[in-house]
């Protein structure tokens, strides 16, 4: 009797982050992010309970938490303490 084995699918997520709007940035000025959250998952597993944390900001919004394989889900920081302007949303020191 042959036997197929079908290698269990892996949960796995990329996040890309971007400024908003292109730079170049002075001091003073605030910077918004966007996270981008993929699921690329081998499988067909929906992926729940997501949540993105940056170090740099107290705060990221996201509509949703709940990915299925492939789509994109975005979150925006909508912080606007003071960091250097690559690290997130906030005001450039």
């Known amino acids: 009797m042959p036997v197929t084995v079908v290698p269990p699918a892996?949960?796995?997520?990329?996040?890309?982050k971007r400024a908003e709007t292109q730079g170049p940035f002075e001091v003073g000025d605030q910077v918004t992010y966007v996270y981008t959250v993929t699921n690329t998952n081998t499988g067909t597993t929906t992926l729940t309970d997501i949540t993105v944390a940056d170090d740099l900001v107290s705060q990221v919004t996201c509509d949703e938490t709940t990915l299925a394989p492939g789509p994109r889900h975005h979150h925006r920081d909508q912080e606007g303490q003071a960091h250097p302007a690559v690290q997130g949303v906030r005001r450039v020191p």
Not at 10 to 16: Q, R
């Open 10 to 16: 892996e949960s796995s997520l990329s996040l890309a």
